[in-house]
C-alpha cells in the first residue's frame, strides 16, 4: 500500500495524465468547434462547388485531430498506440488515398474518438478540478487558518471577530488559550483535517491516474489498426520475405541446372562422336565388342537428348528462351514438319502421316522453330504409340481470335488417369515404360512450357485402344 502510494506519487506518468485530463477539455471544445464548423458550413454548402473542399478540408483536421491524440495518448497516458494504418508501399494518388482512408475502419473509429473528446473533455477537467481542490484544501485548511488567525492578530481592523477582548489575540488564535497553553482538542482537529486531506489527494491522485489510463486503453482501441490486422500484415511481411528467398534458392537451382547441363552436352557429345568412330564399317572388332560399343552409342543418344530436354526446360523455366514470337504461316510449317517425319513414319510403323489446314487462315503467333520443336514433339509421340498401319494426322484451324493445331492418331491411347499427368515432368504411362520407347517422360513438360511462353496452350483427350488427340492454341495473328 506504501508502496503503491510512493510509486503513485513519485512517477511522472501520474501527473502527466492528469495534465492530459485538464488539456482534454481545450482540445475537445477546439476539435468540436472546427469539425461542427467544417460540417455544418461544408455541407450548408455541398451544393455550390466549394462545399467539398471544405468538406474535405474538414475531415483532414478531423484526421489531423486524431493524429494528435495518437501522440498524446503515446507521451502522456503513456499507452502503446498501435499504427493508424499498415504500411503499404503502393504508390497512390491523394485522392485514392482519401478514399482508402474513407474505407479503412481506424479512420471512423478516429472520428469518432475525436468528437467523443468534447464531453470526455469536459468531465475530466470538471474531475480534477474538483478533486484536487476539495483534497487539496482540506490538507491545507490548518495552515490556511493558522495563517488567517495569524494575519487577523497583525491586522486586528480587518479581522474583527478574531480579535474581541482586553488582551491582544493570541499568536496563533484558538490553538493557544489565554493562559498561554495549547488547546490539544483543537491540534488533534487540525491534524485529523489534515489527514483526511492528504489521503483524498492520494485517492484524488489515483483515481485521476486511473481514468487517464482508462481513457488511454479507449485510445489504443480507437486509434490504432487492430491487432488481428498488425498480426496479419506481419504474417504477410514473413511470408513475403520466405517467398523472395525461396525465389532466390528457386533461382539458383535453375541456374545451375542450366550451368550443368550446358556442361554436360560437349562431353556427351564427345563421347557419342568418338564412338560412332568407333563403328564405322570397317574397323576390325568381335562380334561382341560391337553389340557392347552399340549400346553405348544408343544409350549416349539417349543421354544427350536427356540433357537437351533438361537444359530446354531450365531455360524456359528461367525465362531464358529468347523467343521470337512473330506471325507463323501455320500451313508452310506442317508441310515443311509431316515432310520430315514421313519417311520415319513410314520406315517405323508403316504408318500414314497426313495433314490439312483451312485455306487462307490466319497466321499464328509464335516462335516458328519451337513450333515446329512442338510439333515434332506430338508426331513423334503419335508415331511411337501407333500401332503398323495405323495413321496420324495433324490439322490446323482457326477459331476466333484463336489458331488451333490437332495431332490426332490411332493409336494404343492413355488411360483416363494419366491423361492428367501426362503434361507432368518425367512422367510416363506404364505401357510406355514396359515398351521402352526410350523416352524421358519430359517431352509433353517442354511442348507445354514451350507454348505457355508463347502465349499458347494444350490440352489431350484419348481413349484407350482407339487413340488421341492433342489440340494445341496459339493466338492468331490480328490484322
Ligand atoms: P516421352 O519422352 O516418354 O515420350 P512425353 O512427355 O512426351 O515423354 O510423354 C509422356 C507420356 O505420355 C509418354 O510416356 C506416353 O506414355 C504418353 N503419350 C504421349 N503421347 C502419346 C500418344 N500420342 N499416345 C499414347 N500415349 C502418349
Not at 89 to 117: C, F, G, H, M, N
Not at 175 to 199: E, M, P, W
Request: glycine share 8%; charged share 20%.
Amino acid at each position: 500500500m506504501i508502496n503503491a502510494t510512493r510509486h503513485l506519487l513519485g512517477d511522472s506518468r501520474t501527473y502527466l495524465r492528469i495534465f492530459y485530463l485538464l488539456l482534454a477539455f481545450p482540445l475537445g471544445v477546439i476539435y468540436f468547434v472546427v469539425i461542427v464548423a467544417g460540417l455544418s458550413s461544408g455541407l450548408g454548402l455541398a451544393i455550390v462547388i466549394v462545399g467539398f473542399p471544405i468538406l474535405i478540408l474538414t475531415l483532414i483536421c478531423w484526421l489531423f485531430f486524431a493524429r494528435i491524440e495518437r501522440e498524446l495518448a503515446i507521451h502522456l497516458l503513456g499507452v502503446n498506440v498501435r499504427p493508424m494504418a499498415l504500411l503499404d508501399l503502393t504508390r497512390l494518388t491523394p485522392w485514392q488515398r482519401l478514399l482508402k482512408a474513407l474505407r479503412d475502419p481506424v479512420t471512423w473509429k478516429s472520428l469518432a474518438y475525436v468528437l467523443i473528446e468534447f464531453p470526455f473533455g469536459i468531465f475530466s477537467f470538471t474531475l480534477v478540478v474538483v478533486l484536487l481542490s476539495l483534497s487539496v484544501s482540506f490538507a491545507l485548511s490548518p495552515i490556511v487558518y493558522i495563517a488567517l488567525n495569524g494575519l487577523s492578530r497583525q491586522f486586528p481592523s480587518s479581522f474583527p471577530s478574531q480579535s474581541s477582548g482586553d488582551f491582544p489575540g493570541p499568536l496563533l488564535g484558538p490553538v493557544v488559550t489565554i493562559n498561554g497553553h495549547i488547546d490539544l482538542a483543537v491540534v488533534i482537529a487540525f491534524v485529523v483535517i489534515s489527514a483526511i486531506g492528504v489521503v483524498m489527494t492520494v485517492a484524488s491522485l489515483a483515481l485521476l491516474n486511473g481514468t487517464g489510463l482508462l481513457w488511454g486503453r479507449f485510445a489504443e482501441m480507437m486509434l490504432g489498426v487492430d491487432e488481428s490486422r498488425l498480426h496479419l500484415a506481419d504474417a504477410i511481411a514473413e511470408a513475403e520475405v520466405q517467398r523472395a528467398r525461396a525465389d532466390r534458392a528457386d533461382q539458383g537451382r535453375r541456374e545451375l541446372i542450366v550451368s550443368a547441363s550446358h556442361e554436360l552436352r560437349t562431353p556427351v557429345a564427345s563421347i557419342s562422336a568418338h564412338v560412332e568412330s568407333l563403328l564405322k564399317p570397317g574397323r576390325d572388332m568381335d562380334e561382341e565388342t560391337r553389340k557392347y560399343l552399340t549400346v553405348v552409342a544408343a544409350e549416349t543418344d539417349r543421354l544427350g537428348s536427356l540433357v537437351d530436354d533438361v537444359l530446354a526446360l531450365a531455360r524456359a523455366e528461367a525465362d531464358e528462351l529468347h523467343l521470337d514470337i512473330r506471325p507463323v504461316e501455320v500451313s508452310a510449317l506442317l508441310d515443311q514438319v509431316c515432310e520430315a517425319l514421313a519417311p520415319l513414319a513410314r520406315r517405323e510403323r508403316n504408318l500414314s502421316l497426313v495433314h490439312s489446314s483451312v485455306p487462307g487462315m490466319a497466321n499464328a503467333m509464335a516462335d516458328r522453330d519451337r513450333l515446329g520443336q512442338v510439333l515434332t514433339n506430338l508426331i513423334r509421340n503419335a508415331v511411337n504409340h501407333t500401332p503398323d498401319g495405323g495413321i496420324v494426322s495433324v490439322d490446323a484451324t482457326q477459331f476466333g481470335d484463336r489458331v488451333l493445331i490437332t495431332v490426332s492418331d490411332t493409336g494404343i491411347g492413355i488411360e483416363p488417369a494419366d491423361v492428367e499427368r501426362i503434361f507432368d515432368r518425367f512422367y510416363r504411362t506404364d505401357t510406355s515404360r514396359a515398351r521402352a520407347t526410350g523416352g524421358s517422360g519430359l517431352g509433353l513438360a517442354i511442348v507445354r512450357d514451350l507454348l505457355t511462353a508463347m502465349g499458347g496452350s494444350i490440352a489431350a483427350e484419348s481413349t484407350p485402344g482407339q487413340g488421341s488427340v492433342f489440340r494445341v492454341s496459339l493466338a492468331r495473328e490480328t490484322a
